[in-house]
């Protein structure tokens, strides 16, 4: 219910603007508190008061394509500026609405910034659908490549928030296991930054042989 809430007071209320985020403009809504709870214009007002920012750590819709062109152009006047502007009734109407339906994210390597590719059959597929968007079709089509992803994020210009969440957990151990493979710990000693399988045979060993004698011989209902 939050979430739809945050959604509504964003695309409805304010202009499709990131409602948690400092940088957005100083707009009050007390005004609006037979739309909205009390409880969120009392945040919103105690955020812009201690120029504070919510941002969302999982940002991944982007990156895959599951956002509104219309959206991103309500929320970002730069872009909407740049964008033909007269071929989006022919898009919406012959279903271009998402990101998705016009390409996807590539990027060079992991320390460059992600880049929107139109998709190779795009122009093929327009003019097909709408022989009126052949004529906006150059500068739709630069508009695609010179999109950047940050931009389109919310509260925060970090593009790892775009990756799925699984995915960087996993990111974060391997380089947590990296780090600790740098540095020789003592034999004795257990390193709380390696997972348990990566503990040395011989303490596992060990502490299941004697762990499973000493737990049998003060709890024996206990199984392992």
């Known amino acids: 219910m939050a979430r739809i809430t945050?959604?509504?007071l964003s695309c409805m209320l304010d202009g499709c603007r990131y409602h948690l985020a400092r940088s957005s403009h100083h707009q009050s809504f007390v005004r609006a508190h037979e739309r909205l709870p009390w409880a969120w214009i009392l945040a919103r007002e105690t955020l812009l008061n201690v120029d504070c920012t919510i941002v969302p750590t999982d940002q991944s819709h982007p990156l895959e394509g599951h956002i509104s062109m219309c959206h991103i152009l309500n929320g970002s006047p730069r872009l909407a500026s740049s964008f033909p502007s007269a071929a989006l009734p022919s898009l919406t109407r012959n279903g271009f609405t998402q990101?998705?339906?016009?390409?996807?994210w590539s990027a060079q390597n992991t320390a460059s910034p992600f880049r929107f590719e139109p998709a190779h059959d795009l122009t093929t597929e327009l003019s097909a659908a709408a022989p009126s968007l052949r004529r906006h079709l150059p500068s739709l089509i630069s508009w695609l490549r010179h999109l950047c992803l940050s931009t389109l994020l919310n509260g925060s210009c970090d593009e790892t928030l775009t990756i799925?969440?699984?995915?960087?957990?996993?990111?974060?151990?391997?380089?947590i296991i990296a780090l600790s493979s740098l540095h020789t710990a003592p034999t004795n000693s257990f390193s709380p930054l390696l997972p348990r399988t990566h503990q040395c045979s011989h303490h596992q060993h060990h502490f299941s042989r004697a762990g499973q004698l000493r737990l049998q011989q003060r709890h024996p209902i206990a199984r392992w």
């Open 99 to 104: 990101l998705s339906h016009f390409g996807s």
């Open 6 to 8: 945050l959604t509504d």
């Open 164 to 175: 799925a969440r699984p995915l960087r957990h996993l990111h974060a151990e391997e380089k």
